[in-house]
Every structure is written in structure tokens, then in C-alpha cells.
């Protein structure tokens, strides 16, 4: 099984960019990729996908501030995330579909003065 790691996360400004990464252990080229999120004392959240043909897809929360990416010759998706509100601090998981969902382990994503 593709092991997903995530990084990039870490404490930003509101206002502020940050941009995550998600690096595969094999080929995700044939996969729709994605990211969810997860909020202390909330439900996992879905974000944003890419299909293998490149077509995204994001939430409304998010809408004209994220935007979804991937490059397969790195077996890699990135999720840039622009004009970040405190009510974006969650654990941000990627996610590649199969079957069922493959996810990583996530990354702390924390939007605060």
C-alpha cells in the first residue's frame, strides 16, 4: 500500500499562506487525490480533490482561497492555502482514493495572532 506523508504545516498569521504537501511512497498518477481536515471536537471536514485527470473540486468554506495541485512525476499533491482564518486550524490529512480511502497521518495546520 502508498504510504502518504504530509508536511508544511505549522502557526500562521490570519491573513497568511501556507502551502502542504503530500508525498506518496509509489505512483498516484491514476488516482483522485485530496485533502480533508479536522478541527478539535469536529467531524473530518473534505477540503479539496484532484482527479488523475487534473479536474478539482473544492469545499465552499474554501472556495477562492485554497487551491489544489499535483505532480505526478513526484508522486506528490499540494494544497496552497491563501487568506487563512483562524477557523481554518485543524489537522489537514491527505488522501488518495482507492477502494476505500488511503489516508496520512496529517498535519497541523494552526491560524493564529
Known amino acids: 500500500q502508498v504510504q502518504l506523508v504530509e508536511s508544511g504545516g505549522g502557526l500562521v498569521q490570519p491573513g497568511g499562506s501556507l502551502r502542504l504537501s503530500c508525498a506518496a511512497s509509489?505512483?498516484?498518477?491514476?488516482?483522485?487525490m485530496g485533502w480533508y481536515r479536522q478541527a478539535p471536537g469536529k467531524q473530518r471536514e473534505w477540503v479539496a480533490s484532484?482527479?488523475?485527470?487534473?479536474?478539482?473540486n473544492c469545499a465552499d468554506s474554501v472556495k477562492g482561497r485554497f487551491t489544489i495541485a499535483r505532480d505526478n512525476a513526484k508522486n506528490t499533491v499540494y494544497l496552497q492555502m491563501n487568506s487563512l482564518k483562524p477557523e481554518d486550524t485543524a489537522v489537514y490529512y491527505c488522501?488518495?482514493?482507492?477502494?476505500?480511502?488511503?489516508w496520512g497521518q496529517g498535519t497541523q495546520v494552526t491560524v493564529s495572532t
Open positions: 488522501y488518495q482514493l482507492l477502494l476505500r480511502l488511503n
Open positions: 509509489g505512483s498516484i498518477s491514476t488516482n483522485t
Open positions: 484532484i482527479t488523475s485527470a487534473g479536474d478539482t
